[in-house]
């Protein structure tokens, strides 16, 4: 299974729409927020290259007039992953809060968008992270960032962080 995870693409989705289809095919795409309404049009473009594409997207700060969940628990093979935009757990300042709330759901896996800065951490048994943003990077050399997570055959997960 592999799965696509992208955050803070702010209505600019050129470079997602590249990463879309370098990366395609997929099984799933996680948007981690702040999408600012091209939430249809990125659905579209994932089930374009896979039908049975599954997308989970969720409301990031910036998503002021969006319908999308604050947050979602959702199951990604064997693993639980909670997932939320992050602002409203103080991410920018530490990763303790987001941490306790994940454990508090049975998660093992935390991701969150809103730094814009990529990160792929583990926290008190939590893998967490972060793809970054396509749009407006943060980190040192402020490279566009996302992230794949493929799970193999033994249902076991693996990350890498990429960069446009």
Not at 26 to 33: A, K, N, P, S, V
Not at 38 to 55: F, H, K, L, M
Not at 66 to 94: D, P, T, W
Not at 102 to 120: E, N, S, V
């Given at each position: 299974?592999?799965?696509?995870?992208?955050?803070?693409?702010?209505?600019?989705?050129?470079?997602?729409?590249?990463?879309?289809?370098?990366t395609a095919p997929?099984?799933?795409?996680?948007?981690?927020?702040?999408?600012?309404?091209?939430?249809?049009?990125?659905?579209?473009?994932?089930?374009?290259?896979?039908?049975?594409?599954?997308?989970?997207?969720?409301?990031?700060?910036?998503?002021?007039?969006?319908?999308?969940?604050?947050?979602?628990?959702?199951?990604?093979?064997?693993?639980?992953?909670?997932?939320?935009?992050?602002?409203?757990?103080?991410?920018?300042?530490?990763?303790?809060?987001?941490?306790?709330?994940?454990?508090?759901?049975?998660?093992?896996?935390?991701?969150?968008?809103?730094?814009?800065?990529?990160?792929?951490?583990?926290?008190?048994?939590?893998?967490?992270?972060?793809?970054g943003s396509l749009?407006?990077?943060?980190?040192?050399?402020?490279?566009?960032?996302?992230?794949?997570?493929?799970?193999?055959?033994?249902?076991?997960?693996?990350?890498?962080?990429?960069?446009?």
């Amino acid at each position: 299974m592999k799965i696509l995870i992208v955050s803070d693409t702010h209505r600019r989705d050129g470079n997602l729409q590249e990463v879309i289809e370098r990366t395609a095919p997929f099984d799933m795409l996680i948007h981690l927020g702040d999408a600012e309404g091209s939430e249809d049009r990125i659905a579209a473009w994932c089930r374009e290259q896979n039908a049975d594409c599954e997308v989970h997207m969720i409301l990031g700060n910036n998503d002021f007039f969006s319908s999308l969940e604050r947050e979602k628990e959702i199951s990604i093979g064997n693993y639980k992953a909670f997932l939320c935009h992050g602002h409203f757990y103080s991410v920018s300042v530490g990763y303790e809060r987001l941490v306790d709330e994940a454990r508090d759901r049975g998660a093992q896996i935390a991701m969150f968008g809103h730094t814009h800065k990529p990160c792929l951490d583990m926290r008190k048994g939590i893998t967490v992270l972060n793809p970054g943003s396509l749009s407006f990077p943060r980190q040192d050399g402020r490279r566009p960032s996302y992230m794949l997570m493929e799970i193999d055959r033994e249902g076991e997960a693996h990350y890498t962080v990429n960069y446009l």
